[in-house]
């Protein structure tokens, strides 16, 4: 059997994992779950209000995203080599990312009711569909990667038969732009939804009404829960999808250009196509993880989601060597002055798999309220809101220490053993089991939106204490996820990066620190990542704001609303949420385009590389500090609503719900928007790694 066969079979097989799940997550029924008629009636009516919400924010976003991507796709026809197979290249990526958007809101919409339902029957079930049903996500969005990647490839050579794999590979890059593209928008549009209907929510319902979380009288809650679905389901899916398909790119293009210079016969297609093998075998192993995946009881729910990315990374470590072996053999070729084989390989793979694992556990360690750090911020509530913060972000800013030096390891063993190369590697290794990795976190809004239809239809508080569990791990878990995102972000980043180097012929001297346009570079790369997180939390501020006087206005005119006597106006709330996302969304979206495209063509690829380098470097501390101070700031309110320091409407939980409303916009818009910011600015920079070498850098001739 062919490697082209086993890839596609491998990125079939997901999908069909995924469909069986639907199927399972479908087959149960919600009247099964319901007390009463009028119970059923009202969880059907919120969960529909939750669907309906999330499929319009998604059709809104998508016009606007359609009339992008065709401007930008012609821009890719005018300027690149290849121009048209590029930019056919680029509509699939961003065709197909969209579709994995699609597909895991649809199921998140129907499995967030079920889950509510089958809490109560059991918690073990109620697990279950959560679970299936980010299991959809996961195995749907990875088969899509795979399957999107070997048949554009195949398209790509079946119309250009007599041009080098390296060209081929460069033109593929454009499906992982594509993807990327719609990251950004998922990513950004998605968290000033979910963010500006959470701080309205929060601040007014919570702290000012003193109605607890998902109260039904609450007129933001419904925005709520859309915005889980839309930020963290859409938004991230279409950002692991991009980190896939980047570093596959990345690693395919750097593998091709060194292919060449070997002696004739000695590139055969195992090696040509082993990063997208890599892809698959990672499907398999993620397989074989899920029966180990059993809840029986609320204490067991986080160790079993933990569990299935252990035993995932486990199995992927296993399988890693023999199909290294298998598809490089005896052969070795240079990557730059490295000497690259099999053993090489298989060292940067691994080094980059377990690094992601230790990466999400230094989350948990740093965002769990079982562990110290988020206690001492629950306790730095006990003097108020202000202790509160600035035990927040210290917190944020240490946990970005070890994830940085594990990340600077993966990169110097990955380059030690497989040049330029092995960066790619570490990359494609840390993302072997994004298949769970997805599920995972795909499970935690699916469960905290079960939360919050069972607080709104009136089901009891026995269950609302079974999805609180549920959503507790999930929460977590959703940490680790980012942590996950971002360091492989990074990796994804720096491969890419290596890839523009070596299409550009940027090396040796020509990147030193002391040359002024190298040095300019860096200095305002580092400074993106600033300009766009004030941009985005700005955009958060803003259409928070608008949310807010919304909420007060419903209290104070729309009579016996306090008294649950008369029903908000959600759909004024929801229709906020939308308009002010896809609003705000534009101008960080265009920050990040048009930087690589401006630098490159007016001063030149060395301080293009210089840009990238500065933005990755400071991007990722910021997006790691940022995620894991908002996480432990959700953590620590939680902590105290379990009965500590005074428990729910304590003046310790007041100064948590403040901190926790400062860390929503952290740890759900702009840390993980980073993640696209250094991604995408390196991938459009590799698609046009051509045309900004020959244009030399016009204001510089």
Not at 79 to 101: E, I, K, M, P
Not at 468 to 478: P, R, S
Not at 502 to 520: E, F, M, N, Y
Not at 694 to 699: D, F, N, P, T, Y
Request: proline share 3%; with cysteine.
């Amino acid at each position: 059997m062919s490697i082209i066969s086993i890839i596609l079979g491998l990125g079939v097989l997901a999908l069909i994992v995924a469909v069986i799940f639907r199927q399972r997550v479908l087959s149960v029924k919600v009247e099964d779950g319901a007390s009463s008629p009028e119970e059923l009636s009202r969880l059907t009516e919120i969960s529909t209000a939750i669907a309906e919400g999330a499929m319009a924010f998604l059709s809104r976003e998508y016009r606007v995203l359609g009339l992008f991507m065709a401007l930008f796709a012609v821009l890719i026809f005018f300027t690149v080599d290849h121009g048209a197979h590029t930019a056919l290249a680029f509509v699939c990526g961003a065709a197909t990312s969209v579709a994995a958007g699609y597909i895991g809101m649809k199921i998140a919409t129907v499995g967030n009711v079920r889950t509510a339902s089958a809490a109560r029957v059991s918690l073990q079930k109620s697990f279950s569909v959560a679970f299936e049903s980010g299991a959809v996500m996961g195995f749907g969005l990875t088969g899509l990667a795979v399957v999107g990647l070997i048949l554009v490839w195949l398209g790509i050579d079946a119309m250009l038969p007599g041009v080098s794999r390296e060209v081929q590979m460069e033109i593929l890059s454009g499906f992982g732009l594509g993807g990327s593209a719609v990251a950004l928008f998922g990513r950004v549009g998605g968290g000033i939804y979910t963010k500006a209907a959470d701080v309205g929510a929060d601040l007014v319902g919570k702290v000012e009404a003193g109605i607890p979380e998902d109260d039904p009288r609450n007129p933001a809650v419904i925005a709520d829960n859309v915005g889980d679905n839309v930020g963290d389901i859409a938004g991230m899916g279409a950002d692991l999808f991009g980190s896939v398909a980047e570093s596959t790119c990345a690693a395919l293009v750097i593998g091709a250009a060194s292919y060449a210079a070997m002696p004739a016969g000695a590139a055969n297609m195992n090696i040509v196509l082993f990063p997208m093998l890599v892809n698959g075998v990672g499907i398999v192993a993620s397989i074989l993880a899920l029966p180990f995946v059993r809840a029986s009881s609320e204490e067991k729910v986080e160790g079993a989601l933990k569990n299935a990315l252990i035993i995932s990374t486990v199995i992927m470590l296993a399988a890693l060597y023999p199909i290294t072996n298998w598809a490089f053999g005896t052969t070795s070729f240079m990557v730059g002055t490295v000497l690259v084989n099999g053993m090489g390989v298989f060292t940067a793979l691994a080094v980059g798999l377990v690094a992601g694992l230790l990466i999400g556990l230094v989350t948990e360690f740093y965002t769990s309220h079982r562990y110290k750090p988020v206690r001492e911020v629950a306790d730095a509530s006990k003097t108020g809101s202000a202790t509160n913060i600035i035990y927040g972000l210290a917190l944020g800013y240490n946990s970005a220490v070890i994830p940085m030096l594990l990340i600077a390891i993966s990169v110097v063993v990955g380059y030690s053993f497989a040049g330029m190369y092995g960066i790619a590697l570490t990359a494609i290794g840390m993302l072997g089991t994004i298949a769970v990795g997805l599920t995972i976190d795909a499970y935690g809004p699916t469960s905290d939106n079960a939360g919050g239809i069972a607080e709104m239809a009136e089901m009891g508080k026995d269950i609302r204490k079974r999805t609180d569990a549920l959503d507790a791990a999930g929460n977590t878990t959703a940490a680790i996820g980012k942590g996950f995102a971002i360091g492989s972000a990074a990796l994804t980043s720096l491969a890419l990066t290596s890839a523009f180097l070596t299409r550009a012929k940027v090396q040796g001297t020509a990147l030193a620190i002391t040359d002024p346009h190298v040095l300019a570079g860096l200095l305002v790369g580092g400074a993106l990542p600033f300009a766009f997180s004030a941009m985005t939390m700005k955009s958060v501020g803003k259409a928070a704001f608008a949310m807010i006087e919304e909420v007060r206005r419903q209290f104070r005119t729309i009579p016996g609303l306090m008294e649950g006597k008369a029903k908000a106006d959600y759909a004024k709330c929801v229709d906020i949420s939308t308009a002010a996302s896809i609003k705000e969304m534009i101008a960080p979206g265009l920050l990040v385009i048009l930087s690589p495209l401006v630098v490159g063509f007016l001063f030149g690829v060395q301080m293009l590389a210089g840009l990238l380098i500065g933005s990755l470097v400071v991007g990722v501390m910021l997006a790691i500090s940022m995620a894991n101070s908002g996480g432990a700031w959700d953590n620590a309110k939680k902590y105290i609503e379990t009965g500590v320091h005074g428990g729910k409407g304590s003046d310790t939980h007041k100064a948590a719900v403040v901190g926790d409303t400062v860390g929503d916009p952290f740890k759900d818009t702009s840390g993980p928007a980073l993640n696209i910011l250094i991604k995408l600015m390196a991938i459009i920079s590799l698609v046009f790694a051509g045309a900004f070498a020959s244009s030399g850098g016009i204001l510089l001739k």
